[in-house]
């Protein structure tokens, strides 16, 4: 895992090598094992290298043939891609993925990049054609930023580095600020940031040196069409079978591999496969608070691990932790997080940097498999209003009310979502309806100023985030709700939690890895039919087949669903609820005009539990005071492991 900065001249200029080496010491954390750099007529290319593969020669940026790269990531199949190149005659100087990468390209130019299957983001620069070529890889695990001007085009890892240049100032982006206090996350390639985007999962851009044209290019998408060939049982056993090559692949490394472990199914299942490609006991990192047993998944873990004889490493993040660290991990988000749990995968983070250098985890099972309540009551509404008027535009991929009540025990610990949702609205459009069940913005937008939410109003408000919303999720070619559903979590939901994945893992300098998030098993499940993955409405049916005979049944059977709470309603009279009140209640705060300051004091009152509503106007006067007032200069200073 790494970090990498770049700065190209479209002015006929040359790259400030002082600038470049400023960018990529404010990212030195994602890889300070190496570092390194490249100038060459109007290219800048630099380099932070955490060495996880070929220890010794694969130091970049790294050229062959004219071609050279600064690369972010791991390619997963580079031992399989490898030998297909030197069949064709390729000789290789290094062991390293990064070689594999170049020669790809030598050898297939951009149509290399569709067939790596792993977490990537890079900036190649292309001499003999006159170009660059950059990429992200197919969920956007890896970040990849960039600002463009009349005279530059700028691309970093992390937005905190773009700051570091000079020229880029950091100001609000109305149209994400929007986005957030409704999603709370940003829609399409847009940022916070006016003037910086980042490039899209699965899109590649192709920039001539010459005039700076740029195109882009999405070279992955997930096909729905329904394959009904194959029956369940083939889906069921092709499944398990890329789910365990998904982890032997992902296991390569020339350093120590742990996972993490919470006691639920995904980290179960991802563990108790890693756990068969070793022949030392895996060492897995769980966290758990102490506030209670609603809090405390450990048993399940426990279990996982004695199953596949895991040597356990425990830790019990505090409130404490949380009052000091959370002003740090806003500088290390670069953007506001969308939940609390930012503050527990940061802490069992770092203890599994004191273990190991690189970590699986289970992240991506829920919007691939279909592990979301939300799911479940969006087609309860839509078994209701089929039920009444006797038809379905789903068709065959419609489930009906008969079908869904024996799984309808599931939404117990929902009824105020259930409440809320059903209360107003019903039987509207399917886009509209999933998006009532995505809107964050209720009780938090009222305690907006009047100034903020007329500047909402004029960027469109609800309909203008529900326009983009919309677009992302009516395109997939499929009438299927449910599929249209997991399709917009994963363009969007997804790289909204990769986001925190990615930064509290490089915060620390750990690697950490998604096996579940292998192309293949995507492919695979989106053509499932979703009368499979979907049967009767039980959440992750087609993936609960897969890995029935691998986890322990006191796993596989359970009933609840934690995803890492964290206990902030125990918090709320204590050091927390003071530490909230200092931010968010602060004349800092009032001056800046953008809560209404009665209307924030009444939520937290009334919002004991420290909801959704108020952890966003936290995050974004956490995210204003770092980035925004200091213009991007300053920063809380980096997290170490120890």
């Known amino acids: 895992m790494c970090g990498l900065v770049s700065i190209l001249h479209l002015d006929g200029g040359r ?61 997963y199949n580079y031992v399989e891609l490898r030998e297909e190149l030197k069949r064709v005659g390729h000789q290789f100087r290094t062991t390293s993925d990064t070689e594999v990468l170049l020669r790809m390209y030598l050898q297939y130019g951009t149509d290399a990049i569709a067939r790596l299957n792993g977490m990537f983001a890079f900036v190649l620069f292309d001499e003999p054609r006159g170009r660059i070529v950059v990429a992200r890889d197919h969920f956007g695990i890896k970040p990849l930023y960039f600002h463009r001007n009349a005279k530059r085009l700028v691309y970093a890892s992390e937005i905190k580095a773009l700051l570091a240049d000079p ?126 047993p609603e809090f405390d998944e450990s048993d399940y873990a426990r279990a996982v691990a004695g199953q596949c004889g895991a040597q356990m490493f425990f830790v019990h993040p505090t409130e404490k932790e949380f009052v000091d660290l959370l002003p740090k991990l806003a500088y290390h988000m670069d953007e506001p997080a969308a939940g609390p749990g930012l503050f527990p995968q940061f802490i069992v983070s770092r203890l599994a940097a004191q ?15 279909g592990g979301y309540a ?17 038809d379905n535009e789903e068709g065959e991929e419609a489930i009906a009310l008969a079908q869904l009540a024996p799984n309808l025990a599931c939404l117990r610990q929902y009824q105020p979502l259930l409440q809320r949702f059903l209360g107003s609205g019903l039987f509207e459009a399917p886009e509209r309806r999933y998006f009532a069940l995505m809107d964050r913005s209720e009780g938090a937008l009222d305690a907006f100023s009047p100034a903020f939410r007329e500047q909402y109003g004029q960027g469109g408000g609800h309909e203008g985030v529900f326009a983009r919303f919309r677009a992302i999720f009516n395109e997939p070619d499929t009438t299927s709700y449910y599929n249209r559903m997991l399709y917009y979590d994963m363009m969007t939901g997804l790289p909204s939690l990769l986001h925190v994945e990615d930064r509290v893992s490089m915060a620390v300098s750990l690697e950490s890895r998604v096996p579940l998030l292998d192309p293949r098993i995507v492919e695979l499940v989106a053509r499932a039919p979703a009368r499979i993955k979907f049967r009767g409405g039980e959440m992750k049916y087609l993936f609960k087949q897969a ?14 669903k934690m995803g890492f709470p964290v206990p902030l309603q125990h918090w709320a009279r204590g050091p927390a609820q003071e530490f909230f009140a200092d931010v968010l209640l602060s004349q800092r705060t009032r001056e800046r005009g953008l809560f209404d300051m009665a209307r924030v004091e009444r939520l937290m009152r009334e919002a004991s539990s420290f909801s959704r509503a108020l952890w966003g106007l936290l995050q974004l006067e956490l995210w204003h005071r770092e980035f925004i007032d200091a213009g991007g200069t300053r920063s809380m200073g980096v997290i170490h492991a120890a």
Not at 42 to 60: E, V
């Open 374 to 390: 939300r799911y479940s009551i969006a087609y309860l509404e839509q078994a209701i209003k089929s039920a009444i008027h006797g």
């Open 15 to 75: 790259p400030d090598a002082g600038v470049l080496r400023a960018m990529a010491q404010r990212i030195r954390h994602r890889g300070p094992d190496d570092s390194g750099e490249y100038l060459q007529g109007p290219l800048g290319l630099a380099h932070q290298r955490l060495s996880i593969i070929d220890l010794t020669t694969g130091h970049q940026p790294m050229s062959f043939d004219g071609i050279t790269v600064a690369f972010n990531g791991e390619i």
């Open 167 to 292: 020229d880029i100032a950091a100001q609000v982006d109305p149209q994400g600020l929007n986005d957030y206090v409704t999603l709370q996350y940003t829609l399409g390639d847009s940022t916070l940031f006016a003037g910086i985007r980042k490039l899209p999962p699965a899109h590649f851009e192709v920039v001539s040196l010459a005039d700076g044209a740029t195109q882009r290019h999405r070279y992955w998408t997930p096909s729905f069409e329904p394959d009904y060939q194959r029956s369940e049982v083939q889906f069921v056993e092709e499944l398990r079978e890329l789910l365990s090559d998904s982890v032997r692949q992902q296991m390569r490394s020339d350093v120590p591999v742990g996972a993490y472990l919470s006691g639920g199914l995904d980290s179960s299942t991802v563990t108790l496969l890693a756990a068969r490609e070793t022949s030392t006991p895996i060492k897995t990192f769980t966290g758990a608070f102490r506030e209670g």
């Open 355 to 369: 273990h190991v250098k690189v970590c699986l985890g289970g992240q991506g099972g829920d919007e691939i498999f």
């Open 547 to 560: 890995i029935r005979d691998l986890l322990p049944p006191k796993v596989f059977n359970r009933q609840d």
